[in-house]
């Protein structure tokens, strides 16, 4: 039952850049670490459940007590359904992307590179390629090393090499100055913690309990860092994204 339970929910791991899925051990050890703190399933879920069922008797006692007009109503009852809809549809990209994953290994078994260098074949490219069964390895290697892409009306185009590093270098500016950062607040709260800056999973070895963690767009794949944390910073998102809703769950600040 663990094997088929971690065959339906393993990719939830997955995140957009690579695998890192949970494997029957993984959900085996979780299992065990539950029964060794006494957990009560039923009693959690029913926990869960009522937790929902009060939000949603304090969601109307608000409406009654502020005299929202019926378009306001509207207004907030979208946006929570915006909430939903958006961690569904990152839920079903994720899954799409690792059923892919064994059409990449696949593509890249039969033309002799890693899977990896795979998925820097351009959708652009991808038809001739297959065709013809021939791909420029060099070029593969470039833009696995250092590249970006330019997305516009007319395409994509790829930047690697000097140019790559040039554009790179704009991003990496820092300002001594500044001593303050603003923005939405997804979570309210105030906490004091020394910061770690985790923008990839091979970067949570670093943080430890009660950490701030500050990320430029934290996925799925780094909710092993946002448990740790005693607050999250976030460069991207809304009060929708991954950051948001996992602050909230966890009941932490959270700036996005």
């Not at 946006?79 to 990152?90: G, H, Q």
């Not at 997305?151 to 690697?160: L, R």
Request: charged share 25%; aromatic share 8%.
């Amino acid at each position: 039952r663990i094997e088929i339970h971690a065959e339906k929910y393993g990719w939830l791991s997955r995140g957009y850049e690579g695998p890192i899925l949970w494997t029957p051990e993984y959900f085996a050890n979780l299992l065990a670490s539950e029964l060794k703190q006494g957990t009560n399933a039923p009693k959690k879920l029913m926990e869960m459940n009522d937790t929902r069922t009060t939000l949603l008797a304090k969601q109307k006692t608000y409406t009654q007590k502020l005299k929202m007009e019926e378009e306001y109503v509207e207004l907030f009852e979208t946006a929570r359904k915006f909430t939903v809809v958006k961690n569904e549809r990152k839920d079903v990209v994720l899954e799409f992307y690792w059923r892919l994953d064994k059409l990449m290994r696949e593509i890249g078994k039969r033309l002799q590179i890693s899977e990896k260098q795979s998925k820097y074949i351009l959708p652009s490219e991808m038809k001739t390629v297959l065709l013809t069964g021939k791909v420029d390895v060099n070029e593969l290697q470039n833009r696995q090393k250092l590249s970006y892409f330019c997305v516009t009306a007319d395409g994509i185009t790829i930047y690697t090499g000097a140019e790559a590093e040039k554009f790179i270098s704009t991003l990496q500016q820092h300002n001594e100055e500044l001593r303050e950062l603003r923005g939405h607040c997804a979570c309210p709260g105030k906490v004091t913690g020394i910061v770690k800056i985790i923008n990839s999973p091979n970067e949570m070895a670093k943080m430890d309990e009660g950490n701030v963690l500050i990320s430029h767009a934290p996925e799925p794949n780094l909710v092993p860092a946002m448990k740790k944390a005693a607050a999250i910073v976030t460069d991207q998102g809304g009060i929708t994204s991954h950051a948001a809703i996992v602050s909230r769950e966890l009941g932490i600040p959270c700036l996005i």
